[in-house]
């Protein structure tokens, strides 16, 4: 799976947008880029994940960059309730594979 | 959706004592499982996976005669952390794979004393 870098910690403003980058520079062409967060003590959440093309749900948008080294999930109104640990991870999603955590980025959301 | 139901969320034990975990998937049938560990403000690090019917493969460093997976119905996978010691306390965390996807349990905190 492909080595993903994401910066330690970030600030938002509730109500603002969270813009939350990834680099995935070393991805291969069947992997997915899955993001996942985790609130305190907690086990992780399902957020979103692409593999090439945009992606929009109820919680975020992922958008890949056309070369697909690096992404960005995007929060539209972020609230308190979002301050977590996000997880930006490549893999194959293949049942038999597992997911491989990095340090991921501590995003607190603030009044 | 999918939910991995996980329990206890918490427990305390005295060391020297086993302590079992159990990982449900309440709607769908999961033959792969995985188990993760969490040590205070670090990320998740994969223990084993547990496959349905068949020994779990565990990673490298982690003692499999200490961490006793059993995956025997495809709905069930537990860990049992034996002789515990106050350096097992951590969080641990299931996770089983669906269509390409991971649902993940809520976690069991366990604290050794």
């Known amino acids: 799976d492909a080595k993903t870098t994401q910066p330690t910690s970030m600030d938002c403003a509730e109500g603002r947008a969270a813009n939350l980058p990834c680099n995935h520079s070393?991805?291969?062409?069947?992997?997915?880029v899955y993001w996942y967060r985790q609130i305190h003590s907690q086990g992780p959440q399902y957020i979103i994940h692409?593999?090439?093309n945009n992606e929009t749900n109820e919680m975020a948008s992922l958008i890949i960059t056309e070369d697909r080294k690096s992404s960005t999930l995007i929060l539209p109104h972020a609230t308190l309730r979002d301050t977590a640990v996000y997880y930006c991870?490549?893999?194959?999603?293949?049942?038999?594979?597992?997911?491989?955590f990095g340090k991921g980025t501590k995003l607190s959301v603030k009044p | 959706g999918a939910v991995v139901s996980q329990h206890p969320s918490w427990v305390i034990c005295k060391s020297g004592t086993s302590v079992k975990i159990e990982c449900r998937s309440l709607?769908?049938?999961?033959?792969?499982m995985f188990w993760y560990r969490q040590f205070p403000k670090q990320s998740l690090m994969l223990m084993a996976t547990?496959?349905?019917?068949?020994?779990?493969?565990?990673e490298q460093g982690v003692e499999k005669d200490k961490f006793l997976i059993n995956h025997a119905s495809l709905t069930l996978s537990t860990l049992t952390v034996t002789s515990a010691h106050p350096e097992d306390s951590s969080f641990y965390i299931c996770?089983?794979?669906?269509?390409?996807?991971?649902?993940f349990g809520s976690g069991t905190r366990l604290t050794v004393v």
């Open positions: 996770s089983a794979s669906l269509r390409g996807g991971y649902t």
């Open positions: 070393t991805i291969s062409g069947n992997e997915y």
């Open positions: 692409g593999l090439k």
């Open positions: 991870i490549c893999t194959d999603g293949g049942s038999q594979g597992n997911l491989i």
């Open positions: 709607d769908f049938q999961a033959t792969t």
């Open positions: 547990s496959n349905e019917g068949s020994k779990a493969t565990y």
